[in-house]
Nanobody
Framework: VQLQASGGGLVQAGGSLRLSCQASGRTFSSYAVGWFRQAPGKEREFVATINWSGGLTGYSVSVKGRFTISRDNRKNTVTLQMNSLKPEDTAVYYC?????????????????WGQGTQVTVSS
């Protein structure tokens, strides 16, 4: 499967952005998807994850309550709605996928990665 992340941009603190992860392949509905981010000088970290059906989701402590992950399997798309953005959310955001029904916060668990989209939050 090939993944294309989009929707990044520049936003002021307190604003919102919606990231999309568009996947190719007919079996995307059976894939778990995760969002990760990497800020300058820092390691890539987990943000959010969703299982194949969208019925199970998980979030990092730093974004829980502000970000929402969802999916539309008819459109092969996973969305990350980011609200109440903070300057510390500034990073390149990546989506990742793995065939199978469950989900994971572990970066190494995923088999496929998108190219990343830049999110910059100004103070």
């Amino acid at each position: 499967v090939q993944l294309q992340a989009s929707g990044g941009g520049l936003v002021q603190a307190g604003g919102s952005l919606r990231l999309s992860c568009q996947a190719s392949g007919r079996t995307f509905s059976s894939y778990a998807v995760g969002w990760f981010r990497q800020a300058p000088g820092k390691e890539r970290e987990f943000v959010a994850t969703i299982n194949w059906s969208g019925g199970l989701t998980g979030y990092s402590v730093s974004v829980k309550g502000r970000f929402t992950i969802s999916r539309d399997n008819r459109k092969n798309t996973v969305t990350l709605q980011m609200n109440s953005l903070k300057p510390e959310d500034t990073a390149v955001y990546y989506c990742a996928a793995k065939g199978g029904g469950s989900y994971s916060q572990i970066e190494g668990w995923y088999d496929y990665w998108g190219q990343g989209t830049q999110v910059t939050v100004s103070s």
